[in-house]
């Protein structure tokens, strides 16, 4: 699996700054999302010329350095992108949790559990001190960030180390707070992107859902008001998505749910299943899964209980209590309580490897 010679010779791109930024010889970075990147997926990406990334909330450190090493295993010498959350741990509420057990127990009697069993707690880690040491003894040379940025101490580290910064914006305002904060690049992410909406700016829920921008209207417009690289991300799951995200002042794009459908990443097969099922009209932001809104296809419990509930408990506990109920449907050959994050452009996707659908989407994005 090496470099064809298209994606090693220097390319037509008309903005080259993102290829100059992160060394690399296609526009192409391949979306972190988080359970489903494999470091086998970053090196695909790597190795036919796009930035491949590790998606760490959910890794230990452990993980991490492990991870870390495949990819240099695999795809010497190329940049890695390594991807981090920036939230803070919500402070204990035990009412709104038992609120939220409540609101499950009909489905545990269903499936045969006991409601008052303790579930396991659910979360995701943000960037903190132990990771930013890890990111200064493993030296990734793209480090970025969702849900704004780390506090500046931790943010002068990384950006000691000669890591590129970059960290998602779904606003203008978001954009002009990550230039004005050191960003190298920002990623413009449009309301169509599956997984975690990167929002920080604001905590009201009903602006985090929304008041938000797509893609295609949000990317001229923060092209237009900074003055670093911009990465369209949102709704781009083949070539023409890439050349209009590039004409509209992109300078490269992150890809998301088109990798999904890859060998490489992992996914449990209910969640492959609703992906081939999914269209333009049947995903939807909820919170039900983490407690903060994300883009995946619907099932039984966001139709049920409403894809956007104030129940919920606060990002990201909120998956603990529906983890027993994923077990037991998943077991059974059923989505029905499982995050099947997609974007809205999904049934766009090349059915490719990971290592063959950045080489397609490049020179498709070349013909458009």
């Known amino acids: 699996m090496t470099p064809s010679p298209s994606a090693s010779s220097p390319a037509p791109w008309a903005d080259r700054r993102i290829l100059e930024l992160f060394g690399i010889q296609l526009p192409i970075l391949l979306g972190p999302m988080a359970g489903a990147g494999t470091p086998e997926l970053a090196i695909a990406v790597a190795r036919a010329g796009g930035l491949g990334a590790l998606p760490c909330a959910q890794y230990t450190a452990e993980q991490l350095v492990a991870a870390v090493a495949a990819f240099r295993a695999g795809a010497p010498g190329l940049p890695l992108n390594v991807n981090f959350f920036c939230h803070v741990p919500p402070a204990r509420d035990p009412v709104r949790a038992l609120r939220w057990r409540s609101r499950l127990a009909p489905y545990y009697v269903e499936l045969g559990l006991d409601p008052e069993e303790t579930p396991p707690a659910g979360g995701r880690t943000p960037f903190d001190a132990t990771f930013c040491t890890l990111v200064e003894e493993l030296r990734p040379e793209v480090v970025s960030f969702h849900f704004g940025l780390p506090e500046a101490a931790l943010l002068a580290r990384v950006k ?96 998301g749910t088109a990798y999904l459908f890859t060998p490489e990443a992992k996914i449990p097969a209910v969640h492959r299943a609703a992906l081939e099922e999914a269209r333009d009209d049947n995903t939807a932001l909820t919170n039900l899964f983490t407690g903060r809104p994300a883009r995946g296809v619907l099932n039984r419990v966001m139709r049920e209980v409403g894809p956007l509930s104030p129940d919920a408990p606060a990002f990201p506990t909120a998956g603990g209590a529906l983890a027993p109920l994923r077990a037991k449907a998943e077991a059974q050959g059923k989505g029905d309580f499982t995050n099947l994050w997609s974007g809205q452009a999904a049934r766009l996707a090349p059915r490719l490897p990971a290592y063959e659908l950045t080489l397609k989407l490049a020179a498709d994005a070349r013909q458009a």
């Open 160 to 255: 000691a180390t000669g890591a590129k910064v970059i960290s998602s914006a779904t606003t203008v305002a978001e954009a002009r707070w990550l230039e004005a904060r050191g960003c190298d690049a920002i990623i413009a992410m449009g309301l169509e992107a599956g997984g975690h909406r990167g929002v920080f700016l604001t905590q009201d829920p009903s602006e985090q859902t929304t008041s938000q921008v797509g893609t295609f209207a949000l990317v001229p417009q923060v092209a237009d008001a900074v003055a670093i690289p911009v990465i369209a991300a949102g709704g781009v799951a083949d070539g023409r998505g890439v050349r209009a995200a590039l004409t509209l002042g992109a300078s490269a794009v992150q890809v």
